[in-house]
């Protein structure tokens, strides 16, 4: 029935526009079409929008069929385990509590289990059962950290799924190429077409590709082209030669010193700095050298240092940035940049046959250490010196004494990962003993997963301390969220005696006995979840890299 008094008989040009504009606006301030104003206004307006509505769909003209999609490819890898794939199910449906506070009670947090359960599932070489690919997909759209594993996980078919659905187009971005198949390397005819013609994020990969297995035909193929490429395209190119840098790269690294762009020439520095053979150590190295030396008129030998007065062209070329940051001395700044791209190996020559344990424990004369160490740290990380990292982290029991002292726990996180598995664990476990845990957050995260024995039981130790003191848990919330995923599930057990809620001391926080007793049993209950997962997943006895054993 239509209650309006003068609908509309034909279609006129904007009256779907017009109805909106008085819907926004009000039918008190702006009358429908064809309507008075009053009570019935608002009826008329939506009589009117319904009438046009079906006009509009009416009048539509039958579009051609789309072409039905190819079908999805095949994937060759064994099912899921039923037990593990009823538990990826509700990893995926688990969402993350809405609880205000500090409080998170004892139930495991199960989003945070998935990238281990997915490293696990992946080691392993299982399929995703096709019922979860969306959840998967939407999972790792919202998490950038879930994505490399979840898209292994969903195979051949995270592409295929991407092409139909906008929402999944990161997968294809995530994918070197777009998704788009690489030719043989061996048929050369359609490398150099794909090189030559092939959209940018197709060279990429086809560059990539070559680099991985024959890093000097895919500088060769790179110095075709080089001299037409965009400044940011030539950027990225010059990035993939990091891939089995060698000595042979020099020649053309050099060349791209001279490029038009600042970033292009900052980066091909870079790259040299890290061949300790190239011409550009040996310039750099000069140049260091004549900025530090040992004075031996004083009682204890101590280093002096005398930074760059001025940024000369010669170093601008050599990949020295003229211009200091905000709050930054320029002398101090070129004179960082001059020391982190010297080889190490020239600093025992230089100050006195010193082993680089020796150099680090000199003194610095005039408030230097912390600019002279901060370099020696990068170049360290930079060439990749497992003796120097050493040298610079110092005792763990003991880093603040001597040279280790001007190392912060950024640099000294970055020196770890140059050291092997155990070292590395070993060390931070003898910082958390004598240090605790308040400043252990950083170094704990560049240690390998599961932790190892003595790394677990100083976390667990220092944890205990930390409730006998009558502090409350969320001061270390990230470490016992560290530990929910990278303590062995193997120490579950021993942690059964602290579930008890603890007598409080005399200056305790109140009530923070129940909530020491409440995060422990949460952490109990989550190691032993992920020794359940690794059982499902056939991986009870595996210990790979992030994995659940």
């Not at 079409?33 to 046009?52: F, H, I, N, Q, T």
């Not at 594993?149 to 994918?175: E, I, K, M, S």
């Not at 930074?307 to 940051?325: F, I, L, N, T, Y």
């Not at 992920?530 to 210990?543: F, I, K, T």
Request: glycine share 8%.
């Amino acid at each position: 029935m239509n209650r309006t008094s003068a609908p509309v008989d034909s279609p006129t040009p904007g009256v779907w526009e017009e109805l909106v504009t008085t819907a926004l606006l009000g039918t008190d301030r702006r009358t429908p079409p064809g309507a008075a104003p009053g009570r019935e206004a608002p009826v008329a307006l939506l009589d009117a929008a319904a009438m046009e509505t079906v006009r509009r769909r009416a009048g539509l003209r039958p579009a051609r069929p789309a072409q039905r999609p190819a079908p999805a490819p095949e994937d060759p890898r064994p099912p899921l385990p039923a037990p593990a794939a009823h538990r990826l199910a509700m990893l995926l449906a688990d969402r993350p509590g809405s609880a205000g506070g500090g409080r998170r009670g004892t139930a495991p947090d199960l989003m945070e289990l998935l990238p281990q359960w997915l490293a696990t599932a992946n080691a392993r070489g299982f399929a995703a059962p096709p019922e979860a690919l969306p959840a998967l997909l939407d999972a790792a759209r919202g998490r950038t950290d879930l994505r490399p594993a979840a898209l292994t996980f969903v195979g051949p078919r995270a592409l295929w799924l991407a092409r139909l659905n906008p929402d999944w187009r990161f997968a294809l971005r995530a994918t070197p190429g777009g998704g788009t198949s690489l030719p043989h390397l061996d048929d050369t005819d359609k490398v150099q077409q794909l090189w030559q013609e092939g959209l940018f994020a197709e060279r990429v990969a086809l560059l990539a590709a070559i680099r991985a297995h024959e890093p000097g035909t895919a500088r060769e193929l790179l110095a075709t082209t080089w001299a037409t490429e965009r400044a940011e395209d030539r950027l990225m190119f010059l990035d993939s030669l990091r891939t089995n840098l060698g000595d042979e790269d020099e020649a053309f690294l050099e060349q791209a010193l001279s490029d038009r762009s600042r970033n292009v020439r900052a980066t091909a520095a870079e790259l040299l700095s890290a061949l300790p053979g190239s011409a550009l150590a040996a310039r750099m190295a000069v140049r260091a050298g004549a900025c530090v030396a040992v004075d031996h008129t004083r009682d204890t030998p101590t280093i002096t240092v005398e930074a760059p007065h001025e940024c000369d062209a010669g170093m601008e070329r050599d990949g020295v940035v003229a211009k200091a940051p905000a709050g930054r001395g320029e002398r101090s700044w070129w004179f960082g940049q001059l020391v982190e791209a010297t080889p190490l190996e020239t600093w025992p020559g230089r100050l006195g046959g010193r082993a680089p344990e020796e150099i680090v424990a000199l003194p610095v004369t005039d408030d230097w250490q912390g600019e002279l160490h901060a370099a020696w740290c990068r170049a360290a990380v930079r060439q990749r010196n497992a003796d120097w990292s050493r040298a610079l982290l110092g005792a763990p029991r003991a880093p603040e004494t001597g040279g280790p002292g001007a190392v912060s726990l950024a640099e000294r996180a970055k020196l770890l990962s140059m050291l092997g598995t155990d070292e590395r664990a070993e060390w931070v476990a003898g910082f958390i003993a004598t240090h605790g845990l308040s400043e252990a957050f950083q170094l704990l995260g560049v240690c390998d997963v599961p932790w190892a024995p003595q790394l677990g039981r100083a976390v667990v130790d220092a944890l205990n301390i930390a409730r006998d003191a009558g502090s409350y848990p969320w001061s270390f919330s990230g470490v016992m969220g560290l530990a929910e995923r990278c303590l062995s599930p193997s120490e579950a057990n021993r942690l059964d005696g602290l579930l008890a809620v603890p007598d409080e001391p005399e200056n305790a926080s109140p009530g923070a006995g129940g909530y020491w007793a409440e995060a422990f049993q949460r952490l109990v209950t989550t190691l032993r979840l992920r020794a359940a997962m690794a059982e499902e997943l056939g991986a009870e006895q595996e210990e790979g890299p992030r994995g659940l054993a």
